[in-house]
């Protein structure tokens, strides 16, 4: 029912659509960039009351890296002395590495096997098209007889496997267990054009995945070491990094950590760096890049962003403002005391959108057109979503360094849920919680919605808790299942269960696990421990309560492909029995009787002589309990909850009229990737907006703007 | 002012002034035409209504709070119904602009003055064949016009290059408009695309004809985009008369623009 007089929700619209045309005719000035640069942090953490515990065993891999960039033939030069500490339950005489580089190698490598060159819209280059990592040798450093005082070296036997993103170094003699060995190698890597994350473009470069880096050991004494495949990303152990990079005098220069000396030499610089309890290191550097500053709670947020670009900077900065002060408050201190932000220049597209600990990459602010900004368009997404996005990786997985290759909806498909809390801490709280991402004339597209339609046509074809090489670029569903569904799961289960315990549950995971490798198994654990094991959702209409059972939705939504799809199959209203008409038997068994039924009265039957009638079907296989709100001639509204179990459900009312049902009225089945079947109205009653009427309606005016246009 | 300028504002006052009342003078064709457009716009919105309504069968509610995500979720499960728009739309613009092609002869000879049927019909008829071919050597000039401002300017912010590119094709429609009304008040050469170029010629060297076509146009232009906006906005809502209103203004534009350059021919004649 829709009252009449004065819609607040369609004034909002008009004066959202208005504003947004009023504003691209007068765009208000971009803020002033920020302060002064923020002088360099002197420790890579943050205190340790600011930062929270670190785990005594988190730090398993420390490195000492040199790098000289040779940007003539896009080639480092490098040297990597690793300290590894065996944490494991057995001596370990061998060490699998990563060699992700390799991975650009050859059209027959895994990841190439599965990209055919081709990476996010970016292709191969044909001219520079290869990037490797070719380790030359290998050696432990320690024990007697190493000359002026050195320690010893002792060469290792170390090969590539088959599949050369991965390489085995044996060791001379075993690491027993709670035991260290120090090795080095020496390695020349050669970068691509970059389409794929890492690599260069002209004199930009992207250094990412550049050096060898060794498997995980899981504490049942297993190796995780995989190859590198089309969507497989990274894992590692935490430890301390220092690093010294020798680059082109010109360059301005971002990295992992922070800087703790540098030095001009002649057309050359050498910079080090300094980076705690993070497991990776990736530096940038560009010729044209400038630099926009800011601080958050004494971490030091340092921009890069191409020089042409600089107006946008406070846009990115804003974003990580708002990025910062979210996931701070839901998962927990961000430990660093840095973080970068890039920017790569035009041309560098490929190595747009991808998180280092401390330091991501993030993708221009396009603004709108002025026509469509004039016609009512407007957006949140252009540049700071992936800022928000990117950052968050700096919890998922740079904090809690999930297996991305085991189960990388671990940091994308949560990481994602949490740039969409990132948008309602934001801008929800003006706006029911449910943030807009974009407007078309005033009328929004909220969180919720964009997280239904991004699950796409693709996302429920493979499940979304499968190792990343399971997914074919064929079938296209990574990312609908990976990143959206995932979203769209916990998005789902915190409007069912609550945001207030849903939110205890997540922070609960995301502290506790800090600085290890947590799995999808601990997240769910803590889910039951903290929500318990099935959660009431309310009573159905025999009164019996209705529960949703976690393991059953996580089994649902996340190892299998079945789809969550409801339908109000029909709605009707019938005449009510009329017991007195018809022949019946009397005591002495004869009949009697024989009225005719009752002719409907004019103007059809009376609410109290009707039934009406609602049949919900469940179209697809998730089950799930569904709420049914209905709107009788009266003007009530009642809500039914169903379980979900049987392939359908009648609901009656007896001597009343029904006029609409909807389900899920709340919207809180977000992995319901389409609700146009969600709302029904009766045969006799006319929606007060019809969708055809609306799009025809449009589809006039359009014809009238452009025949106005292309006219007389 | 010196005494040359003020005449040739004076001029150009009297040229508006005169193109205005030549439009006032004929409300049957500018409520005619007008009756033309809503009827070619409402099959175009009908069109649409019954694809969609097909499509969507009893579940045709339309969310009040979630009106782009309905439209994004019919279009993604039924992309029928978005090629049905888009062709609506689009077959709608056609009919539009050709339906103004060949009644640009009947709408010039009543915007000159004549009334009698007999005198309309034999242009609206006559002249047909000739406007249509000078349309198309303008079509020609224009994409040759639009191609060379675009080269230019190509350098320039994609704003200013928009507006570049809007002014020479605001410009280029004034010369249209000279160049029929040349064919079919004033007898130029039918065929040859001579005609069409001095259309252009005409137009520059007038700025009392061509600021104020421009202004006009660009007055047109502001009048879609309005009636796209009030569609946007009132999407599911709001009268459909509001969208309709505004195309009889938008046509009265135009047809002033027209009664302009009418104007200015017979002034010259």
Redesign the interface.
Known sequence: M?ASGV?P??TR??AL??AG?LGACAPSPPPPLPHAPVPEPTDPLRPADRRGPIPPKARVADYALTARYDEELHQIDGRARITWRNHGPAPVDRIPFHLYMNGFRAPDTAWMQQARGKHRGQELDAEHPWGYVDVRTAERVGGDGGSDGEPARISLRHAEADEPSLMTVWLDQPVPPGEAVELELAFITQLPRVFARTGFHERYVMAGQWFPKPGVLMPDGTWRAHPFTLYSEFFADFGHYDVELDLPGDLVVGATGIRVSEAHEGSRQRLRYRAQMVHDFAWTAGPDLVEAWDDYEGIRIRALVPRDHADTAHVHLRAQRAALASMEARFGPYPWSTITLVEPPEGAEGAMGMEYPTLYTTSPVKPL???LQ???FSERMSGQFTTIHEFGHQYFQGLLASDEFSQPWLDEGLNTFSNGLVYVDWYGAQEDGDPWL?????????LS?AM??AQG?HGFLEPVDQAADRFSPLVGSYSGSTYQKTAATLMTLRRLVGAERFDEAMHRYATRFAFEHPTGADLEATFIETLGSSVTLGHGEDGQPIALRLSEYFDQALRSEVVLDFR?HALTNRPMLHPEAGWRRDEHDALVGGEPPPPPPDGGWPAQDLEGIVVVYRRGEFVIPVEVEVELSDGTRERVLWDGRGRHRVLRWPGRRVV?ATLDPDRKLVLEA????D???A?DER?????????????????????????? | MSAAMHAAMHAAMRTVVGGLRRLLGAPGLWLGSWGLMLVIAWSAGAHVEVVVSALLGPFDALDPDAMVFAVIDLMRLHPAAGAGFSMAVLGGTVTSALAWVVLSPLVIARLAGHRSAEALGSRALAKVPAVVVQSLWHGLLRAVLMLAVVMAARSLPPLALAIAAGLAWLCAGVALDATRVAVVEHDAAPWHPRTAWRGFVRVLRRPRLLIPGVLLGLGQLATSATILWVGLAGFGGGSPWIPRILALVSLGLGLWRIGIVVEDAAADA
């Open positions: 829709y819609d929700a369609r619209r008009w659509a208005l045309a057109p002025p026509l004039g016609l009512g974009a407007t078309v004339a005033g009328h929004p597209l909220r919605e239904r339609l046509r109000i609409r389409q609700r146009h079947d709302t029904r109205y045969e929606p007060p907006r019809s969708t055809p009427e609306a799009l025809g309606r449009l589809a006039e005016a359009s014809a009238l703007a452009l025949g106005g246009a292309f006219g007389p």
